[in-house]
Structure formats: structure tokens, C-alpha cells
Antibody
Framework: EVQLLESGGDLVQPGGSLRISCAASGFKFSSFAMIWVRQAPGKGLEWVSG????????HYADSVKGRFTISRDNSKNTVDLQMSSLRAEDTAVYYCAKDRVSGDGEWLIDSWGQGTLVTVSS | DIVMTQSPDSLAVSLGERATLNCKSS????????????MSWYQQRPGQPPKLLIYWGSTRESGVPDRFSGSGHGTDFTLTISSLQAEDVAIYYCHQCSSRPFTFGPGTRVDIK
């Protein structure tokens, strides 16, 4: 069974930094692209960032480009999102998600974690 | 960017009745290498993460009840719930993963009438 467990969400001041992480299990982690999607309180879903199983193919939403960095450690089955210069509008539940197929993938999400809440406020 | 819009914003349907949800993209969603639209539907129940229902526009994910079906091509896609059940109360999102940036629709809320 696929399991994705996010951690690291916290209250942080505007302009601050935070690193959130996702621990994966139940599948061959290194073979699948991984994705971060966020959801502001009471709002819809926004794709944030993704990367291939080999760490390539990195891309970001324009709203976070230059401020967020995605990375993965295939030896630990983890994917991280380093967030800096945080703004109030970054407040959201951040979901870790997995691509449906292995390899270069389709960027089609078939599994989601429960999410971790990041609150940016003074 | 491909902008996804959904209609209606919300709908209330009686138990056992049909619900039809629409999704329209601002540009035709390209086919992938399998000649499929990378277009999917997700269900999000209150307090839960989204759940994949339909992918490639019309392929039902394993374990999803057959009352859920997807159709459409190009710019217009539809999710149909043939006989609404109480557990179907949720927000439904369409999503395109064919063209970056990958985008979601704003969602359609489904309730029981």
C-alpha cells in the first residue's frame, strides 16, 4: 500500500523559511516522479512543483519559482520542499503526491498524502 | 497557460439521481504519446486529500465505483455520477497534466438535495 507522510508544517513569519518533507513507502520510490500540490484554506488545488524519479525534470509554478526548491533522496525515500521568502499567500496545506506511472511519468497524480499545514503570519 | 473552468460551481442532487459535472479548458488539451488526453478528475471529501477517480478523460481508476464515468475530448470534459450516493458528497476537481503549468479547475461542490 502506498503511503505518503508529510511533516514539517509550521507557523512562520513573512520572509521566513521552512522545509517540509514527505516520507514514502509501499512502492519503488526511485522509479516515480513526485509532486507537491497546495491548497489554501477553503480554496482549490494548486500544483507547486515536481521532479522525476532520478531527480531531473524539476519544474515549479510561477508563483513559487525562485523561492522554493524541490529535492529528493532516493536512499531515504523522501522528497523535500525548501521554502524561502515566504508570503502570507503561501499559507496552505501542502500535499505530497505520486505519479501514476514509473519512468518519466505522466505527471498524473494517483496517490496523495494527508498534507501538512504551513501558515505564514506575523 | 491552460485555464480550467468548471460548471456549475455547485449542485444538489437527490439520492439515486444523476449528477453531471462539466470542465472546460481554455485550449485543447494535447494528446500524450498514448493518444490520450492527460485529463483527470479528483474527488475531495471534507477534511480529506483528493482521490483520483478518472484519468485519461475516461478511464476509471481501480476500485472506483462504476457509477462514476468520464467523457469528452479537446476542450470539453464531463464527469457523470449515474446514481448519487450519500458518500459522493464532495468537491470534484478536473485537472490537466498535458501542458505545463499543470492546472486544476476551481471545483464543483456536490450535495444531497
Amino acid at each position: 500500500e502506498v503511503q505518503l507522510l508529510e511533516s514539517g508544517g509550521d507557523l512562520v513569519q513573512p520572509g521566513g523559511s521552512l522545509r517540509i518533507s514527505c516520507a514514502a513507502s509501499g512502492f519503488k520510490f526511485s522509479s516515480f516522479a513526485m509532486i507537491w500540490v497546495r491548497q489554501a484554506p477553503g480554496k482549490g488545488l494548486e500544483w507547486v512543483s515536481g521532479l522525476f524519479g532520478n531527480g531531473g525534470g524539476i519544474h515549479y509554478a510561477d508563483s513559487v519559482k525562485g523561492r522554493f526548491t524541490i529535492s529528493r533522496d532516493n536512499s531515504k525515500n523522501t522528497v523535500d520542499l525548501q521554502m524561502s521568502s515566504l508570503r502570507a499567500e503561501d499559507t496552505a496545506v501542502y500535499y505530497c503526491a505520486k505519479d501514476r506511472v514509473s519512468g518519466d511519468g505522466e505527471w498524473l497524480i494517483d496517490s496523495w498524502g494527508q498534507g501538512t499545514l504551513v501558515t505564514v503570519s506575523s | 497557460d491552460i485555464v480550467m473552468t468548471q460548471s456549475p460551481d455547485s449542485l444538489a442532487v437527490s439520492l439515486g439521481e444523476r449528477a453531471t459535472l462539466n470542465c472546460k479548458s481554455s485550449q485543447s488539451i494535447p494528446y500524450n504519446s498514448n493518444r490520450k488526453h492527460c485529463m483527470s478528475w479528483y474527488q475531495q471529501r471534507p477534511g480529506q486529500p483528493p482521490k483520483l477517480l478518472i484519468y485519461w478523460g475516461s478511464t476509471r481508476e481501480s476500485g472506483v465505483p462504476d457509477r462514476f464515468s468520464g467523457s469528452g475530448h479537446g476542450t470539453d470534459f464531463t464527469l457523470t455520477i449515474s446514481s448519487l450516493q450519500a458518500e459522493d458528497v464532495a468537491i470534484y476537481y478536473c485537472h490537466q497534466c498535458s501542458s505545463r503549468p499543470f492546472t486544476f479547475g476551481p471545483g464543483t461542490r456536490v450535495d444531497i438535495k
